[in-house]
């Protein structure tokens, strides 16, 4: 009878860990998600941010290695984007 109760308490625990385990996957997931969409937009300071977000969730994570690369390569990229939109709009300004 020990052994019943021991062995279902156990699966019990393991269950709440493994959803617990996603619910933060998900959350890292997710904010990759809505950062490309508003990169898809053209809202490259949203997807910025959202990406830095999503970033900080994958470590914490520790073991999602290849989205975390992603990630940076997005940071990254993104920030040359923005550099480069900021130089632009000082350019066009200054013509006028």
Sequence with gaps: MF?????SVLL???????VLFYSKKNISEKSFSIA???ENNGE????????EIALVQV?????????KSKILEKI???HTVIQYQ?????????AY
């Design 3 to 7: 052994i019943i109760v021991s062995v």
């Design 12 to 18: 019990i625990v393991l269950f709440f860990l493994r």
């Design 76 to 78: 990254k990229v993104l």
């Design 36 to 38: 490309l969409q508003s």
């Design 86 to 94: 900021k130089n632009l709009f000082n350019v066009n300004k200054n």
């Design 44 to 51: 490259y300071e949203d997807a910025l941010l959202n990406y």
């Design 59 to 67: 470590k914490k994570m520790k073991h999602h290695k290849d989205l």
